[in-house]
């Protein structure tokens, strides 16, 4: 891969005087979309048991319906990147914001499993294009100097996003007394579940009114006075002029981006810039982390807790993303993307292996089982009476029931360190101008795929070949990535978008 210009430039004229309250603002207002990125990505992971019981469906079907989102997912982000291009950042993230207003009624109120889908996915076009047009907003309109700081907060708002939507299943299923059980309105629990959501997602709707279109946006459609004035009131008029000029200069003379520019025309073949871009994308999936996020409630009943307690460590698991992130956030300009990548590569190979290792010492509970009075089990449990067993579950003994517990945790702390806002960041800046939106579209799309085959296999892969294999997979997968890194990855930080070459 052709490695982002080593030689530096000076100190970019956007130093001149930044209008750093408008920038956060800005910031701000796009990564709503973060948030409901991962609120509409963790609210399912209480709701699993009542689609099933709604939906009367058993792994297959309900693997579906918790990853028919992200086929959305995958369309949203393929189409939003080029849509970008003819349409503009803002305006796609105001479509966007409108389908997650429709996705969070519609799963609510659905009556079938067909029903259920089809918002679901609606929603995952929104997910999908707010996932690919919030790094790519932000990072136009950032500060070289501390665009992974500012690019990072999109991770936070994901991570918050899912923290708030473990709370509000929580708090709603302890008011309620389970996700299952009628509330408001005569409403099942579950549906509440995904109409809090309306909430941020008109906000974000209007809000985003009130943010300006990305100058690198309107260069490439020739609106160069436009640009001059965003930038001006960015980085103060002299600087303006200069980014502007800088802007074009890194264009293609010829021709407007296009999606064949994605092809390197001296050497054939798709650019090795977008493979890095698709292995990013990729690997952040494989190693397992929207198991956690999606089937998180779901996996701790499974090894004996209650669901109330499943979804309390869901909400301990979300704050300690958000601890991991900031820490991040803080580093990130330092550090630099590709120290913090193999750091997380390494954390997560050795977490996942204990969790894998943990759930090899214990004895599978088959749903129907007779235990005979008197049985008591790893994990401690004692049966007064004869007893048949309602649903599977995992016998542990407590120590190894702890040491799942605090690898899980650990590991999704690893990941929210490093490949949760790191592939983000690359991806919205590792791209030459003309080919970002591109280049983002088809990582993007490579992710969400990546993102639902895992999510479709885990409760098949779980049922047949076991808890053990199935995180021994994803330990493997996060070993293999940090030879990914050191092959194809080379570090970004501190440079200007203009100097990548690609």
Known sequence: MTDVNQAGAPPSAELERTNMGLVILTVL?????????GYDSGVINGTVEGLRQAFNSEEVGTGF??????????????????????????????????LFIVSAWGSGIAGTSTEFVIYRILGGLAVGAASVMAPAYISEIAPAHMRGR?????QIAIISGLFFSFLANYLLANTAGGSTTEFWLGFTTWRWM????????VIFFFALFLIPESPRF????????????????????KAAGLKVAEIQQSLTADHKPRLSDLIDRNKGGIRMIVWAGIGLAVFQQLVGINIVFYYGAVLWQSVGLSENDALMINVLS??????????????I????????LLVGSVGMAITLGLVAYAFSTGTFMASGTVLEAGTVLNNGTVYDA???LSSSFLDLTPQMGLLALVAANIYVMFFNFSWGPVMWVMLGEMFPNQIRGSGLAVSGFAQWIANFGITMSFPIMAAGIGLTLTYGFYALSALVSVFFVLALVHETRGKELEQMTG
């Open 194 to 201: 995904f109409w809090v959501e309306l909430i941020p997602a």
């Open 218 to 237: 309107l260069v490439i459609k020739g609106k160069h006075e436009k640009a001059t004035e965003v930038l001006g009131r960015l980085f103060g008029p």
């Open 29 to 37: 207002v796009a990564t709503i979309g973060g948030f409901l990125f």
């Open 65 to 98: 319906n918790v990853a028919s989102m992200l086929l959305g997912c995958a369309i949203g982000a393929a189409f939003a990147g080029r849509a970008a291009d003819v349409w503009g950042r803002r305006t796609m993230m105001i479509v966007a914001a409108v």
């Open 333 to 340: 300009d330092r550090l630099g993307r590709k120290p913090m």
């Open 150 to 154: 500012l690019t990072t907060i999109q």
């Open 318 to 331: 979300g704050a300690l993303s958000i601890a991991a992130v900031v820490l991040g956030l803080l580093v």
């Open 386 to 388: 004869q007893t048949t």
